[in-house]
């Protein structure tokens, strides 16, 4: 039986997708997209002193790679040949797909020496990269097959069918080593070095989405951009980014879904919309992130909690640990099924499907909407800072900023609290107004319905909107502002002068990235007014306010020549200052998506009818001045984030990476930075974000 989304893709699935090849260069690491049949992978093929081989398949997020160890000058990869797909058997006769390439290695000198290869989970790949460590289940040693190839195959660990590596040798010399570290040596002798990769998968693949399937005549001409988001949608889901995120993120659908709604067709609205309904869990909370192929098999058998046998060993598991997506549904739902026309047609029949458990789709967002007002009644009941949304005690992450430093040991982050919240308790007004889901709140029985407390909704959402906000506020004298941003910009080697030209003469006030766990605002200025800008109605002060710290240059504000920072610690302690530096995952540092974000935000409050012409000309101005400095890295703006140096008096574009602090790295193709498909500038003069050939 075809779902009705399904139904309605049944004449584009008819005709088999033309193939998807994509070109994206960072710094060292050039990532080359295929797309072909139902095999998707991304190959990244790391450069420099420390070079890298990754193969990163959708199907069961599954990937294969080679780490070698450092080389004394810096290593260049050269593509000879494109990769293509191949297909191939395992040793019982099961399918596996995947793909082989021809390399060439230049500008090497000496020896080059395999450190480690691992075929599997990418979110084992993943942790490698991050940290080093190693599973004591689903490592292979090498088999050399021929005298210059060297061969990883292994099934998966349920027994299911597996993966497969191999490196030969076609120029050079390849001689084994000894030692646990299976290490191998590539000799080139003073000849060319040219190699031959193979890597396959025997995970089920994913079923595509092609662009057409998924948008409309509205967006905008954006080649990379739709490569991307083509590359990242298949049928159940959405992948948050690629290599490191191939699989499903509840927050990263539900933001990229806002942020595209007006340039996607229905069904795929819906089946972005049904993803979501479909995992959350029994109290009605967002699923964070999916295990999905070997990874939960390797979970559970490292717990020893899955007897031989289990069928469900397989069986995807769900982590609820973050806090933010739970408030973000409602408000995201809304903009689809009461505010687009599309959507007000679709809507009752869309909420009267069945979830993947059998729960309708209307049953399944009010199981959300009564998460968040038993989330929020504690502190509409008693409105202190120890009743606002917190990270789980077990948790250091819980908002969009979930590396673990984050939010500098904050507890009660701004967005859930500032804004997140009242904007979910605002929609649950709008959807029972609706009267949408009037059948299902009759549907789930008089006693339900009392514990919901339905009549208390507006007091509550008045409480959040007028009392959380001040918790957050951070006063500065001028003095005390110019006194750190001197002190800062001789740590970052920065000039100073037009930051603090910057400082006004009553000083600053501006708002704080997090409460920490005694109720104490922690002095990050950051970019999350934008989730106000997209979700609220903020009041003039509050935009005045925080569009100032926009438009101040860095380090006063948040400003650079190649973007706006998503954090700068200018008025912290010496002690949390370098957790923010431009190396830090969260730190000073640019993410597309944020800056699309205020984007659509600024031209969301400029269609209000209430504002000022004062504070409607500041919105005008943040907007010239935001949409300059996104135009000026646009061949970036489809990557997940990157940071800067500064030269000439100037700040300049710098890929981020791996580097000395931070293990972490940015994803060439990321969902939420596919967005400027819809969000253009008011100019509608897209051809300085228009990328060609990289």
């Known amino acids: 039986m075809k779902t009705a989304f399904e139904a309605e893709l049944d004449p584009a699935a008819t005709q088999p997708l033309a193939p998807l090849r994509h070109q994206v260069q960072e710094g060292p690491v050039t990532s080359i997209f295929l797309r072909e049949g139902g095999m998707a992978v991304q190959l990244l093929l790391s450069s420099g002193l420390q070079p890298r081989l990754l193969f990163a398949f959708v199907a069961g997020n599954s990937a294969a790679?080679?780490?070698?160890?450092?080389?004394?000058?810096?290593?260049?990869?050269?593509?000879?040949?494109?990769?293509?797909?191949?297909?191939?058997?395992?040793?019982?006769?099961?399918?596996?797909?995947?793909?082989e390439l021809e390399l060439a290695v230049e500008a090497l000198d000496?020896?080059?020496?395999?450190?480690?290869?691992?075929?599997g989970s990418?979110?084992?790949?993943?942790?490698?990269?991050?940290?080093?460590?190693?599973?004591?289940?689903?490592?292979c040693q090498p088999q050399s097959q021929a005298p210059k190839q060297l061969s990883w195959a292994r099934d998966r660990l349920d027994g299911a069918a597996g993966y497969a590596l191999s490196m030969e040798v076609l120029e050079g010399e390849l001689a084994l080593g000894a030692g646990a570290e299976m290490s191998c040596r590539v000799a080139a002798s003073g000849q060319p070095l040219r190699l031959r990769l193979r890597a396959l998968s025997g995970e089920p693949p994913l079923r595509p989405l092609s662009a057409q399937d998924l948008l409309n005549e509205r967006a905008a001409d954006l080649p990379d951009a739709r490569r991307s988001l083509e590359f990242l949608a298949y049928r159940d889901k959405l992948l948050a980014g690629s290599w490191r995120f191939h699989t499903?993120?509840?927050?990263?659908?539900?933001?990229?879904?806002?942020?595209?709604?007006?340039?996607?067709?229905?069904?795929?609205?819906?089946?972005?919309?049904?993803?979501?309904l479909d995992r959350l869990n029994a109290q009605g909370e967002v699923a964070h992130e999916e295990e999905v192929g070997e990874f939960p098999?390797?979970?559970?058998?490292?717990?020893?909690?899955?007897?031989?046998?289990?069928?469900?060993?397989?069986?995807?598991?769900?982590?609820?640990?973050?806090?933010?997506?739970?408030?973000?549904?409602?408000?995201?739902?809304?903009?689809?099924?009461?505010?687009?026309?599309?959507?007000?047609?679709?809507?009752?029949e869309f909420l009267a499907k069945p979830a993947g458990d059998g729960q309708s789709h209307g049953g399944k967002?009010?199981?959300?909407?009564?998460?968040?007002?038993?989330?929020?009644?504690?502190?509409?009941?008693?409105?202190?800072?120890?009743?606002?949304?917190?990270?789980?005690?077990?948790?250091?992450?819980?908002?969009w900023r979930d590396s673990s430093e984050g939010l500098g040991g904050g507890v009660y982050p701004f967005d859930v609290n500032v804004v997140l919240v009242p904007a979910a308790l605002a929609a649950a007004e709008a959807l029972l107004a609706s009267g949408l889901l009037t059948r299902f709140v009759e549907a789930a029985g008089q006693a339900q319905v009392e514990a919901l407390e339905l009549a208390r909704l507006p007091m509550m959402r008045r409480v959040w909107e007028q009392e959380v906000e001040a918790l957050f506020l951070l006063p500065l004298s001028a003095a005390q502002a110019s006194a750190a941003i001197a002190v800062y910009a001789r740590e970052q080697q920065l000039p100073a002068q037009a930051a603090l030209a910057a400082v006004p003469p009553q000083g600053l006030l501006f708002s704080a990235l997090a409460l920490d766990e005694a109720g104490r605002p922690l002095p990050i200025m950051h970019s999350d007014f934008g989730f106000a800008l997209l979700f609220g109605q903020p009041s003039e002060a509050a935009l005045a306010r925080e569009l100032q710290a926009l438009l101040r240059p860095f380090p006063a504000g948040l400003l650079t020549d190649v973007g706006m920072v998503v954090a700068n610690a200018v008025f912290a302690e010496a002690a949390l200052r370098p957790l923010f530096d431009n190396d830090r995952y969260h730190g000073a540092v640019i993410w597309s998506w944020q800056?699309?974000?205020?984007?659509?935000?600024?031209?969301?409050?400029?269609?209000?009818?209430?504002?000022?012409?004062?504070?409607?000309?500041?919105?005008?101005?943040a907007q010239t001045q935001l949409w300059a400095v996104i135009q000026a890295s646009a061949e970036q703006a489809n990557s997940e984030l990157w940071s800067w140096a500064h030269a000439d008096g100037r700040f300049r574009f710098s890929p981020y990476g791996p580097k000395s602090k931070t293990m972490d790295e940015s994803n060439a193709a990321q969902l939420w930075s596919t967005v400027y498909l819809a969000v253009q500038p008011p100019s509608s003069a897209l051809s300085s974000l228009s990328s060609g050939p990289r």
């Not at 080389?71 to 000879?80: C, E, G, H, K, N």
């Not at 990418?122 to 490592?139: E, I």
């Not at 640990?321 to 959507?343: H, S």
């Open 65 to 99: 790679g080679l780490w070698f160890k450092p080389v004394a000058r810096p290593l260049q990869w050269r593509l000879v040949s494109p990769p293509r797909r191949i297909e191939s058997l395992d040793a019982r006769g099961r399918k596996l797909e995947g793909v």
């Open 110 to 119: 000496g020896d080059l020496h395999l450190r480690q290869a691992l075929l």
């Open 122 to 139: 990418a979110r084992v790949l993943r942790n490698y990269q991050t940290d080093g460590s190693l599973p004591r289940l689903g490592l």
């Open 248 to 276: 499903y993120f509840g927050r990263d659908s539900l933001l990229s879904l806002r942020l595209l709604l007006p340039v996607l067709r229905p069904a795929a609205i819906e089946a972005v919309l049904a993803s979501v």
């Open 297 to 348: 098999v390797l979970q559970r058998r490292l717990a020893g909690n899955s007897p031989e046998g289990d069928p469900e060993i397989a069986a995807p598991i769900y982590d609820y640990k973050m806090v933010d997506d739970d408030f973000l549904l409602l408000p995201v739902a809304i903009g689809y099924l009461l505010e687009t026309a599309a959507g007000r047609a679709r809507a009752a």
């Open 365 to 399: 967002l009010l199981s959300n909407l009564a998460c968040v007002l038993r989330k929020a009644a504690p502190f509409a009941q008693r409105p202190e800072f120890t009743q606002l949304i917190r990270l789980k005690p077990t948790e250091t992450v819980g908002n």
């Open 595 to 621: 800056q699309a974000m205020w984007a659509a935000g600024l031209a969301r409050q400029l269609q209000r009818q209430d504002l000022s012409p004062a504070c409607r000309q500041g919105l005008l101005q």
